[in-house]
T-cell receptor, first 112, second 112 residues
Framework: GQQVMQIPQYQHVQEGEDFTTYCNSSTTLSNIQWYKQRPGGHPVFLIQLVKSGEVKKQKRLTFQFGEAKKNSSLHITATQTTDVGTYFCAGGWGGTASKLTFGTGTRLQVTL | SQTIHQWPATLVQPVGSPLSLECTVEGTSNPNLYWYRQAAGRGLQLLFYSVGIGQISSEVPQNLSASRPQDRQFILSSKKLLLSDSGFYLC???????????FGSGTRLTVV
């Protein structure tokens, strides 16, 4: 089946450091979405990328979609303690069902 | 406004007992609905999805079943729970318009 791999599994940074998580699909995606899950909470939608080479920014967060639409990254500049949580990418291959296959997630811990 | 309700929030059930988790969506019609399961510290696994009343697609053979008796109601069931059914169960609907999935607050199921 379609798989989406995500690395690293865990990262611990000091506040102010940058953070990047990478996502890779075995096949070409129709779109990729990113979600954040706070400890004890449910995933919350962050953004969707659909175009080859697309780059989107949300304040300190930068999202990229690869030229081949098989990989993506999320970069956080100058992390804050509020960034703590698990970040998931989710790959979509189109279709009326709009199913998503989630990556394994990257758990981010930020300390002062 | 569009909201998604999921209950109960937590559940402890003995092995062999039945299960019924309910999810309802408000403020939209004919939504695509999904059930995901998240094992402790792991990613999200798609269990079932539905594109309309009575239409259920299963992604993973398992001890669970799903039903959609009404347009905005999605139910996850089991006749006899196994220890391996423990996890965090999340209902979601496809918000559309490039806004990804909206997840319910989830049910933490512990089978003892």
């Amino acid at each position: 089946g379609q798989q989406v791999m995500q690395i690293p599994q865990y990262q611990h940074v000091q506040e102010g450091e940058d953070f990047t998580t990478y996502c890779n699909s075995s096949t070409t995606l129709s779109n990729i979405q990113w979600y954040k899950q706070r400890p004890g909470g449910h995933p919350v939608f962050l953004i969707q990328l659909v175009k080859s080479g697309e780059v989107k920014k949300q304040k300190r967060l930068t999202f990229q979609f690869g030229e081949a639409k098989k990989n993506s990254s999320l970069h956080i500049t100058a992390t804050q303690t509020t960034d703590v949580g698990t970040y998931f990418c989710a790959g979509g291959w189109g279709g009326t069902a709009s199913k998503l296959t989630f990556g394994t997630g990257t758990r981010l811990q930020v300390t002062l | 406004s569009q909201t998604i309700h999921q209950w109960p929030a937590t559940l402890v059930q003995p092995v062999g007992s039945p299960l019924s988790l309910e999810c309802t969506v408000e403020g939209t019609s004919n939504p695509n609905l999904y059930w995901y399961r998240q094992a402790a510290g792991r990613g999200l696994q798609l269990l079932f999805y539905s594109v309309g009343i009575g239409q259920i697609s299963s992604e993973v053979p398992q001890n669970l079943s799903a039903s959609r008796p009404q347009d905005r109601q999605f139910i996850l069931s089991s006749k006899k729970l196994l220890l391996s059914d423990s996890g965090f169960y999340l209902c979601a609907w496809m918000t559309g318009g490039g806004y990804g999935y909206t997840f319910g607050s989830g049910t933490r199921l512990t089978v003892v």
